[in-house]
């Protein structure tokens, strides 16, 4: 058989989505805020994006007042001069922008008299609070240590991990990593590694939960107040965790009513005292949707307040408009003018969709919104796709990463879609309606005596929901509820 290159041609028929469409895709699944950063950016890259503020619209007004008083004979078109002026103004921007997003200076910023903007802002920043590690590294520098000392008791420090835990094996090859000479030993680190456990918060620098625990009651024990707690956290963690009271009383010969109080205080102890000095950033959650009852009924709001009102500058539209004579700066305009006609629908349709969407789900979760979490009822997102007319991905792609703000609260647009269970009367209960009454159930219950499982079940059961054991363990174990044993109170 023989085996030749060569060339050759075929037709063939591809479905390929539209830039145009990908965008609306796009901007259908931002919420809000990510919304914003994308109008944001689309204006620093195309010049004929204009933000509808009341002073451009009072500037605009001003402008017409001004057209107007000059007369209708002075409606002469621009210049060719002055159309290739613009196009070549127009042909610098991208140019500026990178400069400013690069490596590169731009031009003017920091010449004689001129202030550097990007540093005034950095300069009015708030700063960040200190670090679990920068504090523990300031108490160090107040001992006045050695300069060897000082060098392993920062090692140490920098590899303290967030929540405030050594969460390595201090041995040989650890050591090898600090830099000193001669090398650090073991016991030189377990020294600084006890002065370290000292500090503020207490509880830091523990290798394990117990060590943790027992650092915080030591330095608490003044005055010999927890010697039992210390003897519960040494001795019988395990059995607290496990709620193992008569165990721990029997072994410490002490009531059981004096463990319960211990362990009661052990319990306010703070596993993670790191956390105290986290630099994790608050997300806040802007609602997308707000939901009133307007008359009796409920009415659906798409929150827009956050998005930039953006319209098209009238200046390009008239360029474009006197610039046939030149093809360039016509085709660079309507290439930029056609971008921002295609965000603002893009925008506007996100609006509509999301709109009708919410509207339908709220529609179909009345009874939650007048009575509660209890009423509210199984919902699946191909029942909202076929009530709106679009494909359930459209829903999914709608709802993802937004909120609805209602008089019960702010919701995640999915938590409205849950599956759920059927009594025996008919009625449909959402699988969020049936974890609350497991909740309600077990609030009520004998703490001496707590309900099993199997005991949860029978009493759904006996309200109509039937329900399997495996069912309501995997329910409790989500609302985060500890078994039976572990939930009893021995006073």
């Known amino acids: 058989m023989r085996m030749e290159t060569s060339l050759s041609q075929r037709q063939e028929l591809q479905l390929r989505l539209a830039p145009q469409i990908l965008q609306s895709i796009e901007i259908l699944q931002l919420p809000t805020l990510d919304l914003k950063g994308l109008i944001e950016r689309e204006m620093e890259i195309n010049p004929t994006l204009e933000i509808e503020t009341r002073e451009a619209l009072d500037i605009q007004r ?240 798409v929150e827009d307040a956050y998005i930039p009102r953006i319209h098209i500058s009238k200046h390009y539209q008239e360029m474009l408009k006197a610039g046939a004579d030149d093809p360039k700066v016509r085709a660079y305009v309507k290439k930029k003018i056609d971008a921002a006609k295609w965000l603002m629908e893009s925008i506007e349709q996100r609006k509509s969709t999301l709109s009708r969407i919410a509207q339908e789900i709220v529609d179909f ?27 359930v991905s459209t829903v999914s792609r709608a709802i993802a990463g937004k909120y609805m703000q209602t008089p019960r609260g702010i919701f995640a647009l999915k938590f409205f879609f849950t599956g759920g269970t059927t009594r025996a009367d008919g009625e449909e209960k959402s699988i969020v309606a049936v974890k609350q009454k497991v909740r309600d159930i077990l609030a009520k219950e004998d703490k001496a005596s707590p309900l099993s499982d199997e005991e949860i079940a029978g009493k759904l059961k006996a309200e109509g929901l039937d329900i399997a054991r495996r069912t309501v363990t995997k329910y409790r174990k989500q609302l985060g509820i500890p078994s039976s044993r572990q939930r009893r109170k021995y006073v």
């Not at 024990?221 to 040494?234: C, D, F, G, Q, W």
């Not at 509660?372 to 909202?384: A, F, T, V």
Request: proline content about 5%; aromatic content about 6%.
């Open 62 to 301: 001003e402008a017409s007042k001004e057209d107007a008083e000059v007369g209708a004979g002075d409606n002469e078109a621009p210049s060719r001069e002055s159309l290739e002026a613009e196009f070549e103004r127009l042909g610098e921007i991208n140019e500026q922008w990178r400069e400013f997003s690069g490596t590169a200076r731009p031009r003017g910023i920091g010449s004689a008299g001129e202030k550097d903007k990007k540093l005034e802002a950095m300069n009015n920043t708030a700063d960040r609070s200190a670090s679990l590690q920068e504090v523990l590294e300031a108490q160090l520098h107040e001992e006045n240590l050695k300069p060897r000392d000082q060098a392993i008791a920062e090692y140490l420090v920098w590899n303290i991990d967030d929540n405030g835990y050594v969460r390595f094996k201090i041995d040989e090859e650890f050591a090898k990593g600090c830099e000193v000479t001669p090398p650090a030993t073991v016991r030189e680190i377990e020294d600084c590694l006890e002065l370290i456990q000292s500090y503020e918060p207490a509880g830091v620098g523990a290798r394990d939960l117990r060590e943790c625990l027992l650092l915080q009651l030591m330095q608490s024990n003044k005055a010999n107040r927890y010697e039992l707690e210390i003897r519960i956290v040494s001795e019988h963690l395990d059995d607290v965790v496990s709620n193992r009271l008569p165990k721990i009383a029997k072994s410490l010969n002490e009531p059981i009513e004096l463990i319960d109080e211990a362990i009661t205080f052990i319990r306010t102890l703070n596993p993670k005292p790191g956390r105290v000095f986290s630099n994790a950033q608050i997300h806040y959650v802007i609602p997308d949707v707000v939901v009133t009852q307007v008359d009796g009924k409920w009415e659906v709001q």
């Open 365 to 391: 979760q009345v009874p939650f919104l007048e009575k509660g979490i209890m009423h509210l009822r199984p919902l699946k997102m191909q029942y909202i796709a076929d009530r709106v007319g679009v494909h």
